[in-house]
């Protein structure tokens, strides 16, 4: 049977381990992928260009939403963020799960775009938890905390806008309930058009 590609929007707050259980997932699955986004912020330690993020300038950033190159973008505590169109839907095309780690606004964006997206909330149960990680994490100062908190509790005002919460409180929990997820979607009658053909190969 042909592989059935897939957008996963997964939102949720900031510094609260989101990256790390979707790095889990896509580590563990090779049809799984993971959209490197652009963005104006500066790298942190650790991070690679073309592997957490493609870093762009400010007048960079102004060329791709000029020469239409984004499926969505914003600006979220200070920089700008955007999701790269070309790589998103070739990979799709080419039968692969393409997971977008993105804000909310954003993520509202490319539903109100592609409607057969899979909308995904992930965060803690608890959401002090959320602080804890985030100063754990030690690369915000502290008006950026408080920014990032502020931004994750008026999310949580949203999450029935989602199809899906996935608690994050363990990392292969979390990763073992996206892939079932995945799963569950790809069995959709909805999503396999020549449902037909293949139930009588
Ligand atoms: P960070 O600066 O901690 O890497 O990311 C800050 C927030 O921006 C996170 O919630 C992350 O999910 C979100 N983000 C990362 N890339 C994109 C993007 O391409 N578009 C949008 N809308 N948000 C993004």
């Not at 790390?20 to 896509?26: A, E, F, K, Q």
């Not at 700008?80 to 977008?100: E, H, N, Q, W």
């Not at 057969?116 to 149960?125: E, H, N, R, V």
């Not at 409180?169 to 979390?174: F, L, R």
Request: charged share 25%.
């Amino acid at each position: 049977m042909n592989k059935t590609g897939l957008l996963l929007v997964v939102s949720g707050p900031s510094g609260a381990g989101k990256s790390t259980v979707l790095r889990h997932l896509i580590d563990h699955h090779s049809n799984i992928m993971f959209s490197v986004s652009a963005t104006t912020r500066p790298p942190r330690p650790q991070e690679e260009h073309g592997v957490h993020y493609r870093f762009v300038s400010e007048e960079e950033f102004s060329e791709l939403i000029m020469n239409d190159e984004l499926l969505e973008y914003v600006n979220y505590a200070g920089n700008r963020y955007g999701t790269l169109k070309k790589p998103v839907f070739d990979s799709i095309k080419a039968g692969k799960v393409v997971v977008l780690d993105i804000e909310e606004r954003g993520a509202f964006q490319i539903k109100s775009g592609i409607s057969d997206c899979i909308m995904i909330y992930l965060a803690p149960s608890d959401m002090q938890e959320v602080e804890k990680r985030l100063r754990m994490r030690g690369t915000e100062n502290e008006e950026h905390i408080a920014q990032r908190l502020s931004l994750a509790y008026a999310q949580r005002e949203h999450i029935y806008s989602y199809d899906y919460y996935v608690c994050n409180d363990s990392i292969e929990e979390a990763s073992r309930k996206l892939l079932c997820i995945i799963e569950a979607e790809q069995c959709k009658i909805a999503r396999v058009p020549n449902i037909k053909e293949e139930a009588n190969a």
